[in-house]
């Protein structure tokens, strides 16, 4: 099953914004399946079984956070999908918005209806125009076709969806941060617990789910959870969205099975290093992501926790020795320390020094007394901020300093 494609066996060959061209090649088929015998519970499992993990970059099973809104005998129930995607070098859940806004519609209305949900969102980066358009048009094709909106296909089942646009604030692909901005609140993180399984959106258990993640829904239920648990490596099932790039023969989202090396993905999906350009490591996980040297490109490309080398979001940047690492490291902390929300001292002036000694360094200016400071500003950022986003901001620049050996040059 090595050739097997679920979320983008469809692109380029349908029209975004003809419905009429998803139906022709089975979509909704499975929702329509699913009111049909309303059986919540048995898709429930299969989901469960499939053992699919967020990929959106945390990797918990999905099935797990399904199950745990489900089970609450609370009316009010919500399902949110995160498109919000803000993380450099990382564009997969655009291009699922862009080549297939249906086959989202249809994975979320299955999220929504298994746990119970009268209420779905997209939640959107603002910045992303062209997949707005693309995903309201969807929208009310779907509600027009019945397949979204009450009395679904005839049924008892009834969904309102609603396309969220947020503000492009990379914080706000954080579960909690997300829904402070749906609220009208500051978009930073929440304390938790509660968890947005429990209390989510305005209070009630809400179910998060990433783009990629929900879009193989409706493959899974067709098929069966089993399956799909045959593709890929064991503990982390399925198929993944890489979004490869930099000095590489080819770039772009290639869909593989998990499990792949780092090495495969780059020289048979990539094609190898461009003509000229000898290669110096790659990042995996976007502007948060490790970076991997030559000796660890064996290392297999997996969602499970504890890792080695974490797939995050699925992006895979390879550089070549004649870029110019000073830059790299500029850019990683001035986003991050753009993007911080502020929320708590570690974080808001970590990132700020961080992003200052990295100018110092970029003009060859780094002091005895900034090489000795580095390593408590990084210790601070990945031990005592608020939220993951401080571990995150000092991953790469650990590795430059640990791997590539760069501050003391």
């Known amino acids: 099953?090595?050739?097997?494609?679920?979320?983008?066996?469809?692109?380029?060959?349908?029209?975004?914004?003809?419905?009429?061209?998803y139906v022709a090649v089975g979509g909704y088929e499975?929702?329509?399946?699913?009111?049909?015998e309303a059986d919540p519970a048995s898709a429930l499992q299969e989901i469960k079984k499939s053992g699919l993990l967020g990929r959106g970059g945390a990797g918990f099973p999905i099935g797990d956070k399904l199950e745990l809104v489900a089970s609450s005998n609370k009316k009010e129930k919500y399902f949110i999908c995160n498109l919000d995607e803000s993380e450099p070098g990382t564009y997969k859940d655009?291009?699922?918005?862009?080549?297939?806004?249906?086959?989202?519609?249809?994975?979320?209305?299955?999220?929504?209806?298994i746990i119970g949900a009268k209420k779905a969102f997209i939640y959107l980066?603002?910045?992303?125009?062209?997949?707005?358009?693309?995903?309201?048009?969807?929208?009310?094709?779907?509600?027009?076709?019945?397949?979204?909106?009450?009395?679904?296909?005839?049924?008892?089942?009834?969904?309102?969806?609603?396309?969220?646009?947020?503000?492009?604030?990379?914080?706000?692909?954080?579960?909690?941060?997300?829904?402070?901005?749906?609220?009208?609140?500051?978009?930073?993180?929440?304390?938790?617990?509660?968890?947005?399984?429990?209390?989510?959106?305005?209070?009630?258990?809400?179910?998060?789910g990433n783009a990629e993640t929900v879009s193989n829904f409706p493959w899974i239920i067709k098929n069966g959870g089993a399956e799909y648990s045959r593709i890929g490596s064991a503990d982390s099932p399925g198929t993944k969205l890489y979004t490869l790039g930099g000095s590489v023969k080819n770039t772009g989202i290639f869909e593989l099975p998990t499990g792949i090396s780092i090495r495969d993905l780059i020289q048979k999906s990539g094609g190898g290093m461009m003509l000229g350009k000898e290669f110096w490591f790659a990042q995996i996980g976007g502007a948060s992501g490790r970076l991997v040297l030559e000796n660890e490109l064996e290392e297999k490309l997996v969602l499970k926790?504890?890792?080695?080398?974490?797939?995050?979001?699925?992006?895979?940047l390879v550089v070549d020795k004649t870029v110019d690492i000073h830059d790299m490291i500029l850019s990683w902390t001035g986003f991050f320390r753009r993007e911080s929300c502020g929320k708590c001292v570690p974080c808001r002036e970590g990132t700020f020094r961080l992003f200052e000694i990295a100018k110092r360094m970029n003009n060859g200016k780094m002091s005895e007394r900034d090489k000795a400071a580095v390593s408590d500003i990084l210790w601070a950022l990945e031990n005592t901020?608020?939220?993951?986003?401080?571990?995150?901001?000092a991953t790469a620049f650990r590795d430059t300093v640990e791997k590539l050996n760069i501050s003391n040059s």
């Open 1 to 21: 099953m090595d050739n097997i494609k679920i979320i983008t066996e469809h692109w380029d060959k349908i029209d975004p914004k003809k419905i009429a061209d």
């Open 30 to 36: 499975t929702l329509r399946k699913f009111v049909c």
């Open 94 to 113: 655009r291009e699922i918005a862009k080549n297939n806004p249906h086959l989202l519609i249809e994975g979320i209305a299955l999220a929504s209806l």
């Open 125 to 208: 980066n603002g910045n992303y125009e062209e997949e707005e358009e693309i995903l309201e048009c969807a929208l009310s094709q779907s509600i027009e076709n019945g397949f979204i909106g009450e009395g679904i296909l005839g049924s008892e089942y009834g969904l309102e969806m609603e396309v969220f646009q947020g503000a492009g604030a990379y914080i706000c692909g954080e579960e909690t941060a997300l829904l402070n901005s749906i609220e009208g609140r500051r978009g930073e993180p929440r304390l938790r617990p509660p968890y947005p399984t429990d209390k989510g959106l305005w209070g009630h258990p809400t179910a998060i």
């Open 305 to 316: 926790k504890g890792a080695k080398i974490p797939l995050g979001s699925g992006a895979v």
């Open 385 to 393: 901020t608020f939220c993951p986003f401080g571990k995150f901001s």
